[in-house]
């Protein structure tokens, strides 16, 4: 029996183990898969000794104060509880600011580590690559630009391509999305994704609403739709209600695949979401706030000027971004209408995702499974 540990955080997390975890029953049948997990990874039969959200934080700033004990609480238990009943592998699933540490200090125990998604050590933070090197013992990467800077240290790593490139059709399934939505052909649709966590939702979506509202009296035709993550209906409400009240918004629960492949353009939050939207092969304008105090702590890390995915991959600023005071509702709802307006321009970008999607593709789930099996000597 293969007994492998896991740490998933967030919704996105969730996701990538998910699928992570197809590929592991594919090779071990009798897997026993156990840890921090959310419901994607109860689905494919994984025990979760804790929820994933019991690690989502946004920022740095007083809920992370305020939490700060209750999550170093956790990791504390969580390691005692790997090291006196040890698995084969512990696989940690981004949320690096939790995952690192407990990772040293199980790999100093002699447990193997890997560590699925890399950190951003190319676009901020590049000092921590001397923690990733006491941590783990191989490096699972979703771009394939990462494992040379992790062989240059001496860190085993392989691309393994992003297994939403494996999932998401390369021809988005435009007018069945349309269908299931309940929109119709030729209504020009925008897609609202102001972030899955309560942070996000608390400091982005005020400003996303209210382009919302501007759009709307612009253009009346126009038709958006707002994808929820589970458990936010509640916070986004009341928020519709201030904001945009009359414009003709769609709250959805889940279905933020269904938006993307529906929409003309979509208005995101920073994120994994972004990427999601580049292989939708939509057009976007990535925006993105957080607390003032977030916000000069991690101005100073950057070491790239893009921090969208479809950007820091293209190596160009192909979609725009806006950033902290720059994501005004003006701002944003100009943007929206510069892709509305210009199709050639939405032409092009959507090339470039398409090129995009080419690259990312691998058969992850498998190429994670062999990865993970030569860690722990498995055949």
Known sequence: MTRIAMVAGEASGDLLAALMLGGLKGRWPDLQAAGIGGPRMAAEGFEAWWPSDKLAVHGFNLELVRRFREIWTIRERLGDR????????????????????????LKAAGVRTVHFVSPSIWAWRGGRINKIHRSVDHMLCLFPFEPELYHAKGIGATFVGHPLADTIPMTPPREAARARLAVAEGTPLVAVLPGSRRGEIRYIAPAFLDAVALLARQRPDLRFVLPMAPGLRGMIEPLVQVHCPDA??????????????????????????????ALFKRPMVIGYRISTLSWHIMRHMGYLPWVGLPNILARDFVVPERLQDAAEPAQLARDVLDWLDNPARGEAVQQRFIELHHS???????AATDAIAQVIGAR
């Open 82 to 105: 790997l090291l006196a009943d040890r698995p084969d592998v512990f696989v940690g699933v981004d949320a690096p600011d939790f995952n690192l540490g407990l990772e040293a200090r």
């Open 248 to 277: 003709p918004l769609t709250l959805l629960d889940g279905q933020s695949h269904d938006a993307l492949a529906a929409c003309d353009v979509t208005l995101i939050a920073s994120g994994t979401a972004t990427l999601e939207a």
């Open 360 to 366: 990312l593709r691998r058969d992850t789930a498998r």
